[in-house]
């Protein structure tokens, strides 16, 4: 799998290289937008990283150029703004996710995997890490073989934990996904549902499989191993 | 009619200055006539005294007593006519004319003329019967004797008669002069200043929404098209600054954040060295913190700056704040829960106002969040949306520790904390409240809070109401553009809110 960082801060594009190539990918990077177009010329990628405040040739001008040859490779955008008017903007220019700067790299990197594999996703109906299993049809939830009983927000709050197991959400991918951004200012929101969940999934259990993450975020993992 | 209108208060000026040079000018003719008419009276007083003196009474030595009686008696009847004459010598009456009549005038209790200052002068007395008279006595030099005094006299009543009447017209006329000067002043001045009216309605309707609208340029030619061209002009770098502004923070805030990103970054890394101590990995944890805070801080900031500058378009769609108000209560329930907080919203009739979801949204979360935060555990949290008049309203009333008075003026001010201490353990920034009334502002609305120490918070937010008909939904989406992607976004929100209750597998408590 090849990706395409064109991002002119080359500490933000070294820090998103070494954190792709860690997990065995191919990284190149690029300073400008005019360069990054020859690069997409040339080479064929799987993903493409944008920085959308570029000098020279700016983001949205490269984005466009890059969808007039090629429609289908992946582009995630990296952009300091962030009203609502502009995302709905960006994907109107054809990026399929962005994510805004300041990010947690775990943030940047569950899109990229959610990007590379959108071919085929495999939507069982059934989750499962280690004895937690979720069933979507009937929306059941069981811990070894025991029920869970979760209320409407907890089970989608633990569907979105089991479908990225193993990986650091952040509370702001929580946030977006399980409610709506009109919660981004109050974080603890996330912590308090987090905690509930945890008391009805872990408690009682000797290996706990919710985990927090200090200064990024929760992860579940199917041992109980502290991170 | 407003006492400070342009209007009103140009008549009432000029309707004052034509009041007063009215009263002058009353003044003056009122005097000048009274002047003319009394000198006129002692011209002829003094007139006829003479022509007595030249034609009778020189002619009374030559032509004898008997002549000189027939011939006053014949010209100057007695008991008859308005005027009065009467002839002495030293003291002995001559001739006297008597009393007039029609009106009548005593005049035998006249006094002789006995004061030298009267001769050949005029000077007033009162007759028995009341009125004033005024009298002309011309002294003849007698060859033989004292000098032959001849008085002749007229009351000033007809004088007085002219004069009442004259200043009966005055008084009645002044205050008809005024009141139609002024309606023709009012009339004028509306006249003229309707232009400005029209100026006035359009420069409102440019200033709220986008700043592309022009005024119309009135083409007269006079101070009025000036006014137009210069405010225009004025709407020409009011853009540029807004503008300016707008690339400003959008430059700002990118600056702030490639920063973040990297500290961000590099501190993640770290956590991820296997070599790193327990403690190093909690102090990296509690930076990485930080940064979110101060990322958080940066974005609330910049969302402030580009509401308050108009830079971020508002996307209005017909939004209903009583089913959005019942969701986010569904939504927030556990955070009140946690705190043994009960957090109820008062159901009613869906009460719409034109607005863009995701913010107002923002500002629901906001204020039951504050109201969860500074609630102690036990108390009560109540959402409530209605319609009053025009005006959508929502009040977030809490039972918590409340706001000290001379701290309310404040709570709306960035980075604000009424209590300092506790605040900060809450997590809070400071900017929670800025951005509601923000985007209240943003909303042609405004927020407002009542609140005592130990007393509870109740805060209230009025929007403008939309009528829920069929044609309010099509013209919020004409007029506000861009159109399709706003109701595209409403729809999405609707969808989500079905969601939501359709997914509940159990109750949210």
Redesign the interface.
């Known amino acids: 799998m090849r990706i395409l960082i064109i991002e002119d801060?080359p500490?933000?594009s070294e820090?998103?290289k070494?954190?792709l190539v860690a997990e065995r990918y191919a990284v190149d990077t690029v300073a400008n937008g005019r360069e990054g177009l020859e690069f997409t010329e040339v080479y064929s990628y799987d993903l493409i990283i944008l920085d959308l405040?570029l000098p020279g040739l700016a983001g949205p001008e490269v984005l466009q150029r890059i969808r007039r040859t090629n429609t289908s490779v992946p582009v995630i955008a990296l952009t300091?703004?962030?009203?609502?008017?502009d995302k709905?903007q960006l994907f109107e220019l054809g990026v399929d996710d962005y994510v805004?700067?300041?990010?947690?790299?775990?943030e940047l990197l569950v899109r990229v995997k959610a990007l590379l594999r959108r071919g085929p996703v495999s939507r069982s109906s059934t989750l499962r890490i280690g004895d937690l299993e979720l069933d979507r049809l009937t929306?059941q939830v069981k811990r070894s073989g025991r029920r869970v009983?979760?209320?409407?927000?907890e089970?989608?709050l633990l569907e979105y934990l089991m479908q990225n197991a193993e990986r650091v959400l952040s509370?702001n991918m929580i946030i977006e996904h399980v409610?709506?951004?009109?919660?981004?200012?109050?974080?603890?929101?996330v912590d308090?549902?987090v905690r509930?969940l945890r008391s009805k999934v872990d408690d009682g259990y000797n290996s706990k499989m919710i985990h927090t993450?200090?200064?990024?975020g929760y992860v579940l993992r199917a041992t109980g191993i502290e991170p | 009619m407003n006492r400070d209108s342009l209007r009103y208060r140009v008549t009432g000026f000029f309707v004052g200055w034509l009041a007063l040079a009215l009263v002058v000018f009353s003044a003056a003719v009122y005097l000048g006539v009274k002047t003319f008419l009394a000198k006129s009276l002692e011209h002829t007083l003094a007139d006829n005294a003479q022509n007595i003196a030249s034609h009778y009474v020189v002619q009374r030595e030559a032509k004898g007593e008997t002549w000189f009686l027939k011939e006053m008696t014949e010209d100057f009847p007695p008991d008859t006519g308005d005027q009065f004459v009467r002839v002495t010598q030293g003291g002995k009456v001559l001739y006297t004319s008597g009393d007039m009549r029609n009106p009548y005038v005593s005049t035998s209790k006249l006094p002789l003329p006995s004061d030298p200052a009267w001769v050949n002068a005029i000077h007033r007395e009162t007759a028995e019967s009341g009125q004033r008279l005024m009298i002309y006595t011309f002294a003849y030099p007698a060859p033989d004797g004292p000098p032959v005094l001849v008085e002749s006299a007229a009351t000033i009543d007809p004088i007085k008669h002219v004069l009442r009447s004259l200043l009966l017209i005055l008084l009645l006329t002044t205050p008809i002069i005024l009141v139609v000067a002024s309606i023709g002043g009012y009339a004028l001045m509306s006249r003229s200043l309707r232009p400005v009216v029209v100026l006035t309605d359009q420069a409102e309707r440019v200033g709220r929404k986008y700043m592309g609208e022009r005024l119309p340029v009135i083409r007269s030619g006079d101070e009025l098209e000036r006014l137009s061209l210069s405010l225009n002009r004025m709407i020409d770098r009011l853009e540029d600054t807004l503008a300016h502004n707008h690339r400003f923070s959008a430059d700002a805030s990118h600056e702030l954040r490639t920063p973040l990103t990297i500290i961000r970054g590099q501190l993640e890394e770290l956590t991820q060295r296997p070599d790193l101590s327990a403690e190093a990995k909690d102090d990296v944890g509690s930076a990485l913190e930080e940064t979110d805070r101060m990322s958080h801080i940066v974005e609330s900031l910049m969302a402030i700056t580009r509401l308050d500058c108009g830079g971020e378009r508002i996307q209005m769609v017909p939004v209903d704040l009583m089913a959005m108000a019942s969701v986010t209560v569904d939504q927030m329930h556990l955070l009140a829960d946690e705190k043994n907080i009960s957090l109820i919203c008062e159901t009613g009739p869906p009460v719409y106002v034109a607005g863009d979801p995701m913010r107002l949204k923002q500002v629901m979360v906001n204020l039951l969040d504050n109201a969860i935060k500074y609630t102690t555990p036990g108390g009560a949290v109540s959402v409530r949306v209605a319609a009053e008049g025009e005006q959508a309203v929502m009040i977030v009333a809490d039972t918590g520790i409340g706001i000290p008075e001379e701290a309310l003026p404040f709570v709306f001010d960035r980075f604000y904390r009424a209590d300092k201490a506790r605040s900060r353990e809450s997590g809070g920034v400071g900017l929670g409240l800025a951005i509601v009334k923000s985007i209240c502002n943003a909303h042609d609305g405004s927020i407002s809070v009542k609140s005592g120490d130990g007393r509870g918070t109740m805060m209230q937010v009025d929007l403008p109401l939309l009528r829920p008909s069929p044609t309010h939904a099509e013209d919020a989406g004409q007029v506000m553009e861009p159109a399709h992607r706003a109701h595209s976004l409403g729809h999405a929100l609707a969808r989500e809110r079905m969601e939501e209750k359709e997914t509940r597998p159990a109750s949210a408590s």
């Open positions: 801060e500490k933000v820090l998103v070494r954190g405040m300091a703004r962030d009203s609502i008017d709905v805004t700067k300041p990010f947690a790299f775990a929306q009983d979760l209320t409407a927000k089970y989608s509370r409610w709506d951004q009109s919660f981004d200012g109050i974080t603890n929101i308090v549902y509930h993450v200090r200064g990024t």
